[in-house]
């Protein structure tokens, strides 16, 4: 479980943070582009939502086969598809929150400083550092918000959720799932929920990211910088 938060958020913010510089530079250029005429800002981002994809898709396939065998995950093909289906909608939803941020924010100084109030929130709010019984009410709406939080759900329900082995955890005896759904209260029947879910965040940041190139322009503010 630990494996799977770490490597889950830590490849999520390599992506997010490499990507931000190269659509910052990007920027400039469109904004010169689209006062030319050249094309519409929703072209634009279409056309740069659209070429994420395959590239996040082959960044999955070849993680997962150097990752899946050596943690001796079960080779099924629902675990292994649920497991695919995850990771890209996560690399999916990083990505695009790197393009989203660099375009609501007048450089990419402030960018990185959104970015890393999310990835911060992400790490207390996922649901493993701290489990959603253990959040307080007043603050459990960040955790049922977080993409993270429903990242590792499907993760952990889909690999070990019908694992019935019994384990010792704090001087009980109970099963592997029985420990998932009573410590971490992940739910495998909130699977399809869950999977509908955390493919709604790519696309919600795909739009805002659309929506604030067409709305917004700091080109002005970058010139008022350099004079």
């Not at 830590?10 to 990007?26: D, E, R």
């Not at 929703?42 to 993680?63: D, K, R």
């Not at 007048?106 to 959603?132: D, K």
């Not at 029947?189 to 604030?212: G, H, N, Q, R, T």
């Amino acid at each position: 479980m630990g494996y799977m938060y770490g490597t889950t958020i830590f490849i999520g913010i390599i992506n997010c943070q490499l990507m931000m510089p190269f659509v910052s530079i990007k920027r400039s250029v469109m904004y010169r582009e689209r006062f030319a005429g050249m094309y519409s800002p929703w072209a634009y981002s279409l056309a740069q939502v659209t070429i994420e994809i395959p590239y996040a898709m082959v960044q999955t396939m070849l993680f997962m086969f150097l990752a899946y065998p050596m943690i001796g995950y079960a080779w099924t093909a629902v675990k292994f598809f649920w497991f695919v289906y995850t990771m890209l909608c996560t690399l999916l939803y990083f990505l695009y929150l790197g393009m989203m941020v660099v375009f609501l924010t007048p450089n990419i100084h402030v960018a990185s400083v959104l970015a890393s109030t999310f990835y911060t929130i992400q790490n207390l709010m996922s649901g493993l550092i701290m489990p959603a019984p253990q959040i307080p009410r007043w603050w459990i709406w960040l955790y049922y918000s977080s993409p993270l939080s429903w990242t590792l759900n499907i993760l952990f329900t889909t690999q070990f959720g019908d694992v019935h082995e019994e384990i010792v955890v704090y001087g009980e005896t109970k099963s592997i799932a029985a420990f998932i759904n009573d410590y971490f209260s992940f739910r495998r029947d909130l699977l399809p929920v869950s999977a509908i879910i955390l493919a709604m965040y790519p696309a919600l940041f795909a739009i805002l990211f659309s929506v604030s190139i067409s709305k917004l322009n700091f080109q002005n503010i970058q010139l008022l910088t350099k004079i």
